[in-house]
């Protein structure tokens, strides 16, 4: 349980980091709404929560760090092109992880401009911490 409580309150400091990437594409709170996980923010950390598998070099080498993913939401809400942007050096398996991660989600709800469903690209951290 103190696990569960610790990872979520890293989870809520990392998401801070969440956002979209600058892009003809993405939309201004004016005229639409940004790509988000079903259920929003909050669904989003208990996803990551729930889904994370710590590597061994985690503990292993004491890593406290975090590795951001990049990747596109489609028009129809699928998560594609996802690559890092910032590794976790001392841990490529991290990278991995997160990959698998996002790799695991369900479809997004696409962000809309115009009524019109777009595609767009987001950041998500995912900290890695002994």
Do not use: Y
């Amino acid at each position: 349980m103190m696990k569960n409580v610790f990872l979520l309150s890293i989870l809520l400091l990392t998401f801070a980091s969440f956002g979209q990437i600058n892009s003809s594409d993405l939309v201004s709170k004016s005229e639409g709404t940004s790509a988000e996980f079903p259920g929003g923010d909050f669904e989003l950390m208990i996803f990551i929560n729930d889904n994370i598998q710590f590597p061994k070099t985690v503990a292993e080498k004491n890593i406290n760090d975090k590795c951001v993913v990049r990747f596109m939401v489609t028009t129809e809400g699928e998560l594609k092109n996802i690559e890092v942007i910032k590794n976790v050096p001392e841990c490529p398996e991290c990278d991995l992880e997160a990959i698998r991660l996002i790799q695991s989600m369900p479809k997004w709800e696409p962000a809309i401009k115009n009524n019109i469903p777009i595609r767009t690209h987001m950041n998500l951290s995912i900290t890695f911490k002994n």
